[in-house]
């Protein structure tokens, strides 16, 4: 999967996070918000995912490795997961960062307000992909992420993550590339 900041310098890393939506994004008048995704698939059917998200409505279809960028509302998120036959995932980030180090990582991850996620009670895997980036070992990473989630939790919340565990919320992905610059 290619993760890219535009404009990133070629010692830069980017830590993408995604998760599934979590609310409507209309606003109280009725507006349907345009909103970012990323359609993963095998690699060398990009370019066919792309083809598939256009017919779908799709805007702004970016193909890439392992997967494609592309634009739309909701309900294209919808016909997404219904209709397309190479996508693997679709998924909508929440944050992308230019990250260093791991601890440049896990700042970024507390940048976000994670009650809007999860709650205490809910569990937390972090699947983590490292590729041409600073940061080296997928694991540790991981491992950094949850920290930064768990640690939010822990100081905004008396009773803190104590049910919050490795073992069931599959839908945060956290993927690290190193920039190239354009």
């Known amino acids: ?53 256009r017919d779908l409505g799709a805007e702004l279809v970016e193909p890439g490795r392992g997967g494609a960028r592309f634009e739309g509302d909701l ?39 994670w009650t809007h996620y999860l709650t205490p009670e809910h569990t937390l895997a972090v699947d983590c992909n490292v590729r041409d980036s600073a940061i080296t070992h997928s694991k540790y990473a991981a491992l950094r992420v949850k920290d930064a989630i768990c640690d939010q939790f822990v100081a905004r919340l008396a009773n803190g993550p104590a049910s919050m565990s490795t073992r069931r919320w599959s839908a945060l992905t956290c993927t690290s590339t190193r920039m190239k610059r354009s």
Do not use: H
């Open 1 to 53: 999967m290619s993760a890219a900041i535009p404009g990133g310098g070629a010692s830069n890393s980017a830590a993408i996070l995604r998760s599934a939506p979590r609310e409507s994004l209309r606003s109280s008048r009725g507006l349907v918000f345009t909103l970012r995704f990323f359609a993963t698939c095998a690699r060398g059917l990009e370019k066919i995912l792309a083809d598939e998200l």
């Open 75 to 113: 309900a294209l998120l919808y016909r997404a997961n219904l209709w397309l036959r190479t996508a693997v995932r679709v998924l909508m980030p929440i944050l992308e960062a230019p990250v260093q180090s791991t601890d440049d990582l896990y700042a970024a991850v507390q940048s976000i307000d």
